[in-house]
C-alpha cells in the first residue's frame, strides 16, 4: 500500500465518501505505486510485464500486480453485485 492510504486524514476522507457515495463506492483503492509508473515508461502494464526485464523492483511490480489484481476483482465484484439486484 502507498504511504497515503495509511494516514489518519485519507482513512477519514475515505470513510466521509462512503457515507456520502454508500454504495456508489468501490471497497478497494488502487493505490499510487512505483510499479505502476515505472511500467508506465515503458508503456507496459503490471500484468504484462515480464519481471526479468523489468527496470524497477521485482517487489515493486509484484505489489503493483497484486494491488491491480485486487482492483479488477473489486470492480467484477461490484458489476455482478448490480447485475443481480
Known amino acids: 500500500m502507498s504511504k497515503l492510504s495509511n494516514k ?3 482513512k477519514y476522507c475515505h470513510s466521509l ?6 454504495g456508489d463506492m468501490l471497497d478497494v483503492v488502487l493505490p499510487r505505486l512505483d510499479g505502476f509508473e515505472r511500467c508506465g515508461e515503458s508503456f507496459d502494464t503490471v500484468i504484462s510485464a515480464n519481471p526479468a526485464t523489468y527496470v524497477g523492483s521485482a517487489d515493486a511490480l509484484k505489489n503493483a500486480r497484486i494491488a491491480a489484481e485486487d482492483f479488477a476483482k473489486a470492480v467484477f465484484d461490484r458489476i455482478e453485485f448490480i447485475r443481480s439486484n
Open 8 to 10: 489518519a486524514d485519507h
Open 17 to 22: 465518501a462512503k457515507e456520502v457515495f454508500g
